[in-house]
T-cell receptor, first 113, second 112 residues
């Protein structure tokens, strides 16, 4: 079992470009969560998805950010028109059941220049 | 919504001493309390968890306690070792409540 796979590990984007972050959950896990971590800070919830459904997106900014988890393929976190403040580590996590602890991916470190 | 506070933000101990990290939560409906360890530049990893139907759980040098009345829970690490140095996050969630809320983290330094 390869665990939660995130790619890319590092992503550099210029202001105004789009960033696409991918996450493949652990085999058999159908619950996917995205968290953002700023340097020296905690993990901030962004969005919770199941296959083809957004369950809770209360932590995601209303503009420029979107997430999906299609029937086939990885979950995608998309940030349009990136700004310097979007620079952070974005972690994806998955769980087998909603009430279980998370397995985190290695994260994508986004740098906006 | 749920709010989790964690203290201290930084903790420095001598190798072999014990370390205690404390958290409080606001939503009395929370019933699952995991702890994660994050080493520098790495992913958070689940190290222990406790559910609301028990007051204490132990796994080798790590133990967690839960006081539902006071809405407090704590992580205890005994006989600390340099490899315990990391950031530790407490968290709280409600089964069926869709998301886990994390504390701000405690940076633990274990001095050899």
């Amino acid at each position: 079992n390869a665990g939660v796979m995130q790619n890319p590990r590092h992503l550099v984007r210029r202001r105004g470009q789009e960033a696409r972050l991918r996450c493949s959950p652990m085999k058999g896990h159908s619950h996917v969560y995205w968290y953002r971590q700023l340097p020296e800070e905690g993990l901030k919830f962004m969005v919770y998805l199941q296959k083809e459904n957004i369950i809770d997106e209360s932590g995601m900014p209303k503009e420029r950010f979107s997430a999906e988890f299609p029937k086939e393929g990885p979950s995608i976190l998309r940030i349009q028109q990136v700004v310097r403040g979007d620079s952070a580590a974005y972690f994806c996590a998955s769980s087998l059941r909603e009430e279980d602890g998370y397995t985190f991916g290695s994260g994508t470190r986004l740098t906006v220049v | 919504g749920e709010n989790v506070e964690q203290h201290p933000s930084t903790l420095s101990v001598q190798e072999g001493d014990s370390a205690v990290i404390k958290c409080t939560y606001s939503d009395s409906a929370s019933n699952y309390f995991p702890w994660y360890k994050q080493e520098l530049g790495k992913r958070p990893q689940l190290i222990i968890d406790i559910r609301s139907n028990v007051g204490e759980k132990k796994d080798q040098r790590i133990a967690v306690t839960l006081n539902k009345t006071a809405k407090h829970f704590s992580l205890h690490i005994t006989e600390t070792q340099p490899e315990d140095s990391a950031v530790y996050f407490c968290a709280a969630s409600i089964t069926g409540g869709f998301k886990t809320i994390f504390g701000a983290g405690t940076r633990l330094f274990v001095k050899a």
